[in-house]
């Protein structure tokens, strides 16, 4: 019996690559859901698939949780972003309707809380998971593989930095400017301390080449550390390929710092279309890492690096890929986990790894003296 999805914001950046991917699958009865059905429509009929489904779903309608249960889901895969400042209505419907949850949530806050609809979750004997996407899904899988190899480890620094014409939505640029030049909680030199989002830049070393990135807020800013106890400093920061938006989004970061702008996140639509003016410029190749350091097994320092570059415009497919391997584990029955949970743990780096055949991603792992 193929499981029954529903991908709420199917027509979105991300939520289109994970229902064209399952949409392949025949352990799956997709169902595309969102606000826009002439949209779905469209893309329904791009699949040349006739058992795939559309349906008009609001998650800020006040009839949406009838609506859902309508359905009659099976798993419910959220890509409606962005989830800095939402609530878990979509999650709790779930529950509601009998269905396991999927969400490709990147806000710190939201993807630690989820942890409040555990017991809820354990009652209903339904699995939901926050934050199935490169953070921190990806993230931790990484840090878990190269774990191993270290007696002590003292500090965990993970970078992403797309390429300039790799597509984005107005969710994913509000997400980003939600937290320009606001206070970030960050564990550094065992202790708690601040930083601003964007700013504290450096400049990053990927495959390709290097890349300036900025302190950014994530889950994994508070995951880590209670994860491994023994880590010294977790810090993440992301960037823009081109110097010229990632200068210009530091100095929106520095005027939202000295409070001369209050909610840059409202400009998001703005900025968006501002920075596509741009889009010719620059590559479609980017790329993820995740380093390690401390003390190897021989008692000699040890630093290894985790490494992903993505090429021919394939980078949307690294934060859509837990999801989708998430929902292909637990339709052959291969997830035994109920409650409520951020996705850490739950799938392997080899696993992802194997979602990433057929794109232009390549992985790698690299020792420094």
């Given at each position: 019996?193929a499981?029954?999805?529903?991908?709420?914001?199917?027509?979105?950046?991300?939520?289109?690559?994970?229902a064209?991917?399952?949409?392949r699958?025949a352990?799956?009865?997709?169902?595309l859901?969102g606000?826009?059905i002439?949209a779905?429509?469209a893309?329904?009929?791009?699949?040349?698939?006739?058992s795939?489904?559309?349906?008009?779903l609001?998650?800020?309608?006040?009839g949406?949780?009838?609506?859902?249960?309508?359905?009659?889901?099976q798993?419910?895969?959220?890509?409606?972003?962005?989830?800095?400042?939402?609530?878990?209505?979509v999650?709790?419907?779930?529950?509601?309707?009998?269905?396991?949850?999927?969400?490709?949530?990147?806000?710190?806050?939201?993807?630690?809380?989820?942890?409040?609809?555990h017991?809820?979750?354990?009652?209903?004997?339904?699995l939901l998971?926050a934050?199935?996407?490169?953070?921190?899904?990806?993230?931790?899988?990484?840090?878990?593989?190269?774990?191993?190899?270290?007696?002590?480890?003292?500090?965990?620094?993970?970078?992403i930095?797309?390429?300039?014409?790799?597509?984005r939505?107005?969710?994913?640029?509000?997400?980003?400017?939600?937290?320009?030049?606001?206070?970030?909680?960050?564990?550094?030199?065992?202790?708690?301390?601040?930083?601003?989002?964007?700013?504290?830049?450096?400049?990053?070393?990927?495959?390709?080449g290097?890349?300036r990135?900025?302190?950014?807020?994530i889950p994994?800013?508070?995951?880590?550390?209670?994860?491994?106890?023994?880590?010294?400093?977790v810090?993440?920061?992301?960037?823009l390929?081109?110097?010229?938006?990632?200068?210009?989004?530091?100095?929106?970061?520095?005027?939202?710092?000295?409070?001369?702008?209050?909610?840059?996140?409202?400009y998001a639509p703005?900025?968006?279309?501002?920075?596509?003016?741009?889009?010719r410029?620059?590559?479609?190749?980017?790329?993820?890492?995740?380093?390690l350091?401390?003390?190897?097994?021989?008692?000699?320092?040890?630093?290894?690096?985790?490494?992903?570059?993505?090429?021919?415009?394939?980078?949307?497919?690294?934060p859509v890929?837990?999801?989708?391997?998430?929902?292909?584990?637990?339709?052959?029955?291969?997830?035994?986990?109920?409650?409520?949970?951020?996705?850490?743990?739950?799938l392997?780096?080899e696993?992802?790894?194997?979602?990433f055949?057929?794109?232009?991603?390549?992985?790698?792992?690299?020792?420094?003296e």
């Amino acid at each position: 019996m193929a499981l029954r999805v529903v991908v709420i914001g199917a027509n979105g950046v991300f939520g289109s690559r994970v229902a064209r991917r399952l949409a392949r699958d025949a352990r799956f009865e997709l169902i595309l859901a969102g606000r826009r059905i002439d949209a779905l429509e469209a893309q329904r009929a791009s699949f040349d698939d006739p058992s795939v489904r559309v349906a008009a779903l609001d998650t800020g309608d006040a009839g949406f949780a009838g609506a859902l249960a309508a359905l009659q889901p099976q798993l419910v895969i959220h890509a409606a972003g962005p989830f800095q400042g939402q609530d878990y209505r979509v999650a709790e419907a779930c529950l509601d309707a009998g269905s396991d949850y999927i969400d490709l949530a990147d806000g710190r806050g939201f993807v630690t809380g989820i942890g409040r609809l555990h017991e809820r979750a354990l009652a209903a004997g339904r699995l939901l998971v926050a934050g199935a996407s490169s953070v921190p899904a990806l993230s931790s899988a990484a840090v878990d593989a190269l774990l191993p190899r270290f007696a002590q480890l003292d500090a965990i620094e993970h970078t992403i930095n797309p390429g300039n014409r790799t597509p984005r939505g107005d969710a994913t640029v509000a997400s980003i400017l939600g937290y320009c030049g606001r206070p970030i909680r960050v564990w550094r030199d065992g202790r708690w301390q601040v930083a601003h989002g964007w700013m504290d830049s450096r400049l990053q070393s990927f495959p390709f080449g290097r890349r300036r990135v900025g302190v950014c807020e994530i889950p994994d800013l508070d995951l880590f550390p209670a994860r491994y106890p023994q880590v010294r400093t977790v810090m993440f920061r992301a960037g823009l390929e081109l110097p010229l938006l990632q200068g210009g989004t530091w100095c929106a970061a520095a005027l939202v710092r000295l409070g001369l702008i209050r909610n840059l996140a409202a400009y998001a639509p703005a900025l968006r279309r501002f920075s596509e003016l741009f889009i010719r410029f620059g590559s479609d190749v980017g790329g993820m890492t995740v380093e390690l350091s401390g003390t190897g097994k021989d008692g000699q320092p040890l630093r290894l690096r985790w490494w992903l570059s993505a090429d021919a415009g394939d980078g949307p497919q690294v934060p859509v890929t837990p999801a989708v391997v998430l929902a292909r584990c637990m339709a052959d029955g291969m997830i035994a986990a109920k409650g409520a949970m951020p996705c850490v743990g739950l799938l392997t780096l080899e696993q992802i790894e194997a979602g990433f055949d057929g794109y232009a991603l390549r992985t790698g792992v690299e020792a420094f003296e």
